[in-house]
């Protein structure tokens, strides 16, 4: 682990450090001189960087130390274990001094109410600066009344990973066309695998498909209506739904309620490592899971981009992004945003992807995992219009309706009109109390 | 001779449970088996490797069940279950004895020191057990926040304490009822005061209800989830539940060997605490002194 | 001060600790609570005081009735399973050698966390693996197979089911302990009088182990009320709201939608509810006891 090794050998080079300056008191003015990098690393100012990101914990803190080592400034992580509770403690600190130096959160809606609070520094030179590596739908997602207000912490994109293996037991190739989609569908049907992973565990999921049905059906209609600009029930969205309904009458998805995928204890990976599930609708940050479970990037899975269902849509694709924020209020708030001018430059991003495996949302960064390069490769040269994910892209309090009634429609099919509408009460609800 | 033993000798007894006994024995035996049957899994998948547990059914038996030991150890090392295994074993201990002692205390001075209102005493500290935890979180934190508690050994340590009394005192009530009057005379004629009578008499009976209390209190501050999380996040403070809890959640990547490896570290001390003190209450401890007061 | 005032104050010194600490971590909080329910608050920013507007939204809000009604049958379920199938454990369980085994077996899962119970019955209840369908299509039952967690009333009798499977311990061992302490006289004087075991249970054991019953009913009932990470970690109250019970609505509205006023209100709702059947049940109780 590449942390480890930076810390051990950071912890030799101090100890010999020591050694020598006990024993030869000339040479260990020398020596001190030589080793000028670590002494800054202790000399660096380091902040607190809170997050609910547990896993991630050895990373950030690869990437504190190389910042304090580039710039002076670097971070420790603070862990919270679970993401409602770490959400509460930064609500409630982030007007006194006692906030977090930085902390990550999440974008879009969830984002505007810190904003809002005004709990989150404005950062819009850092953006500025790097503005040409840096995707116009990336910086939307942070950006509020023209200012922009964090830096994308880590970037999804929400793509299909399929088993190559049994694409190719079945004579498959990624589709580009959403007829070869419906034709590669019913292919897998026929040889026993059923096509699509899907699930309602932890209750998020339900919006997953919903998203991309409809965004490959009308990008416009999407966006106006995660701007509170169209109806749920408007014929678009119904037809969407109803395309939906079709696929999984016909058999396409897994049993929801017995697919687990949110939690550490998922069974879905042993699903799809066996052959029995072809692919999922996912975010690339669940590769890892992919990796622990076995499977190669590569050679054992890949990914694509689900082919549009309008064919004269622009080509889209939807990500998630959290941001890494500046607090406000906190105490060292100039050295934050060192800290996060450094995050955000080519040196910081590679240090952090090299560290993750992540994708980086700088266009001049590539990932270090063989799939999420051609990823990457993908999305600039088709010039990808980027798009917020749902559960960000609209007020929460419609999320939290609508993805229980996809939950139900995932779980029960059926007209999908009733559905549309419940969800559309609590938009009207909403966008009202929002004007 | 348990009372339950009795009844169920009679020949009376004999002639409702026509079963002979072992016949009973094979029920309640395939009863128990049946019992333990969810815990199987829990048993088995820490020890394979999450490639195999993710290439075989998930009641394969594991190949090489001595991987058990490199699951335990990556999660006692991912989620900082170490320093919150220590913080819990001291929470639990120190808040299940504090509470154990106030309660007592508390029960000893509404039954036996003639504090007026006693029920009223009684319900006010009964009464923090009765409402949903869930709703002291937000003003706890806020509490702990602006007087610095937060994030503190003393800080849970105080809560736990405070969460654990009002069940003492309803068990220690209950009990310190039941001893009669004449104990508390006598020792009073031979110059005792309150507090010694107290210390070297209800105490000492009461041997049964504390194991009991220890028991259950030491397991609930052990298991609790919710309040170790609102009110700590350090290694070292977090107690060890909210710190399994990392190893899931969506962007956690390790698999189901590595998760259940860690709930077992988590399980294991209530379970030999169980061990050490059920024996002894199972084998039947009086929760009062039989006679009561007549 | 006197000496017989010093001594008329001893008695409080003894209850001090213990309203203390309760005071300070339990009570205050549940007062502010109170106040957080006659506000707007997000838990961001500034609230503003809108009186029993949260109470009035409550009773117009849908899924405040299911979520009482899955709290009704959270109470129901508990009392008759947890603390009828522990007497029963209790009665039959005798002082053998393999009773004690036996016991320690039921009493096992009561050492293990909620959060832990409720993964592993999530995994027995999955309706493709899980332990329950896969045993029900060996013994050849497998039209009995179904999604446990996805249909209401069925997932909240299920999560009910595994709750018990964890809560049955303590209820047993604390009728052992009752059983007990009951005197052998009346037992073996009605034997001889030829009662039959259902007469004896009835009308001699039941009324010695009163103050056991007491004690059992009433943490069971408590708890009941207060069911929450289990049926946080299987259903997160769902599916779309369809097994949360009032505790989880606090919960979901307070910590996942921010409507922290509104949350508050639920709890002191539920508190209310369970002040008064905890306090009519507590006075019948404490008064039995000391005749006792």
Same mark, same amino acid.
Request: proline share 5%; hydrophobic share 50%.
């Given at each position: ?76 992580? *603070? ?54 590596? !840096? ?96 109806? =749920? ?57 992919? *990796? ?144 | ?142 509490? !702990?926040?602006?007087?610095?508690? =937060? ?19 309803? *068990? ?25 009578? !107290? ?23 052990? /298991? ?34 590595? *998760? ?35 | ?105 039921? =009493? ?42 996805? /249909? ?98 606090? =919960? ?41």
């Amino acid at each position: 682990m590449s942390s480890e090794l930076t810390r051990n050998d950071f912890l030799k080079l101090g100890g010999a450090a020591a050694a020598s300056a006990a024993l030869f008191p000339r040479s260990a003015l020398a020596g001190l001189e030589r080793l000028g990098a670590s002494e800054a690393l202790t000399a660096a100012k380091m902040l607190k960087l809170a997050n609910d990101k547990v896993t991630w914990k050895a990373w950030f803190n690869t990437a504190g130390q190389a910042a304090a080592k580039a710039v002076g400034v670097g971070w420790d992580a *603070v862990e919270y274990s679970d993401t409602t509770s770490y959400q509460a403690a930064i609500r409630t600190s982030g007007r006194t001094s006692k906030v977090p130096d930085l902390y990550s959160w999440w974008s879009g809606w969830l984002m505007k109410e810190i904003v809002d609070a005004d709990y989150a520094a404005d950062v819009t030179s850092i953006w500025n600066k790097n503005a040409a590596h !840096y995707s116009k739908g990336v910086r939307d997602a942070f950006t509020f009344r023209g200012k922009t207000y964090g830096a994308p912490l880590y970037i999804g994109y929400w793509v299909l990973l399929y088993n190559k293996h049994v694409f190719k037991d079945a004579n498959l190739s990624p589709p580009t066309t959403w007829a070869q989609f419906t034709k590669a569908l019913a292919t897998l049907k026929a040889n026993g695998v059923t096509p699509l992973g899907a699930t309602i565990d932890g209750r998020w999921p339900g919006f997953i498909y919903f998203e991309e049905f409809l965004l490959r059906s009308n990008p416009g209609l999407y966006a106006r209506l995660m701007a509170g600009k169209a109806k =749920y029930t408007d014929a678009g969205v119904v037809s969407a739904m109803k395309l939906w309904g079709g696929l999984i009458e016909k058999g396409y998805f897994t049993d929801p309620a017995s697919v687990t995928l949110g939690t550490g204890a998922s069974n879905f990976t042993s699903y799809f490592k066996q052959g029995k599930v072809a692919m999922v609708q996912i975010g690339t940050w669940f590769e890892p899971s992919l *990796v622990s479970g076995g499977l190669k990037p590569g050679t054992d899975f890949g990914s694509f981009i689900m082919p549009n269902i309008n064919p004269r849509a622009p080509k889209v694709v939807i990500f998630e992004s959290g941001p890494l924020v500046v607090a406000e209020h906190g105490a060292n708030k100039a050295d934050a945003l060192k800290a996060l001018d450094y995050f955000m430059s080519r040196k910081g991003q590679a240090t952090w992807v090299k560290a993750t495996g992540f994708v980086s949302p700088r266009n001049d960064v590539p990932s270090s995992s063989p799939v999420d390069r051609q990823l990457g490769a993908t999305i600039q040269k088709g010039g990808y219009k980027q798009f917020n994910r749902y559960w960000e892209a609209t007020p929460h309090d419609i999320v939290e309706v609508a993805v229980d009634q996809f939950d139900k429609f995932m779980l029960k099919g059926g007209d999908p009109v009733p559905i549309l509408k419940t969800i559309q009460k609590q938009a009207d609800k909403t966008w009202r109390s929002i004007k | 001779m348990a009372t339950a033993d009795v009844a169920l000798e009679a020949p009376a007894a004999r002639r409702l449970f026509s079963l002979a006994r072992p016949a009973r024995n094979a029920w309640l035996i395939v009863l128990g088996l049946v019992w333990l049957l969810p815990l199987w899994l829990l048993l088995i998948t820490p020890m394979k490797s999450t490639p195999e547990y993710t290439s075989s059914s998930q009641w394969a038996l594991p190949t090489h069940p001595l991987r058990l030991l490199s699951n335990l150890r990556t999660a006692w090392d991912s989620a900082g279950l170490g320093a919150g295994f220590v913080a819990s074993l001291t929470y639990g201990l120190t808040g299940a004895a504090l509470a154990i002692l106030f309660g007592s205390l508390g029960a000893y001075a509404i039954t036996r020191l003639g504090v007026r209102l006693g029920f009223f005493w009684f319900i006010l500290v009964f009464s923090g057990t009765l409402f949903p935890f869930q709703m002291y979180l937000v003003p706890l934190f806020n509490l !702990y926040t602006r007087t610095g508690l =937060y994030d503190t050994w003393i800080g849970m340590a105080l809560f736990y304490t405070a969460i654990a009394i009002p069940f003492c005192l309803f *068990v220690m009530h209950g009990f310190f009822t039941t001893i009669p009057s004449e104990i508390q005379d006598a020792a009073r004629l031979d110059g005792a005061s309150d507090f010694r009578i !107290y210390w070297r008499i209800f105490l000492p009976l009461a041997r049964g209800p504390i194991a009991v209390l220890l028991l259950f209190q030491f397991t609930w501050i052990w /298991n609790d989830l919710l309040f170790g999380l609102v009110l700590s996040t350090s290694d070292g403070v977090r107690p060890i539940t909210p710190s399994l809890l990392g190893l899931q959640g969506v962007y956690a990547n390790s698999g189901p060997p590595v *998760v259940l490896a860690g709930a077992l570290i988590g399980s294991l001390p209530t379970v030999i605490l169980f061990l050490l003190l059920g024996r002894y209450l199972l084998r039947g401890l009086v929760l009062s002194t039989g006679r009561g007061r007549a | 001060m006197t000496a017989s005032r010093l001594g008329r104050l001893t008695p409080y010194l003894y209850l001090a600790p213990m309203v203390g600490l309760v005071g300070v971590f339990l009570l205050y909080p549940a007062a502010d609570t109170v106040w957080i329910s006659l506000t707007n608050s997000t838990g961001l920013g500034k609230a503003s005081y809108v009186g029993l507007e949260n109470y009035s939204n409550l009773f117009k809000d849908p899924a405040f009735t299911t979520s009482f009604v899955n709290t009704l049958y959270w109470v129901a379920g508990v009392l008759v399973l947890q603390v009828g199938l522990g007497l029963a454990l209790a009665l039959i369980l005798s002082s053998t050698a393999l009773a004690r085994v036996l016991k320690g077996v039921f =009493y096992l899962p009561a050492t293990i966390s909620a959060a832990a119970t409720g993964v592993i019955w999530y995994f027995v209840f999955n309706p493709d693996l899980g332990l329950l369908n896969s045993g029900l299509r060996l013994l050849g039952l497998g039209g009995l197979a179904q999604s446990w967690l996805v /249909n209401p009333p069925t997932n909240t009798f299920a999560m009910i089911a595994a709750f018990t499977w964890q809560g049955l311990g303590p209820t047993m061992l604390l009728f052992l302990v009752g059983l007990q302490n009951i005197p052998k006289e009346p037992i073996e004087a009605a034997l001889v009088d030829g009662a039959s075991p259902l007469r004896l249970f009835w009308h001699v054991t039941l009324p010695l182990l009163r103050p056991m019953t007491a004690v059992v009913v009433g943490i069971s009932l408590i708890n009941s009320f207060k069911v929450f990470d289990l049926i946080w970690v299987m259903t997160q109250g769902g599916p779309y709201r369809s097994s949360e019970t009032l505790a989880v609505t606090m =919960y979901r509205e307070s910590f996942v939608s921010f409507h922290v006023g509104y949350g508050a209100a639920i709890a002191v709702l539920l508190t209310a509810i369970v002040l008064v059947v905890a306090v009519f049940y507590l006075r019948a109780m404490f008064r039995r006891v000391e005749v006792y």
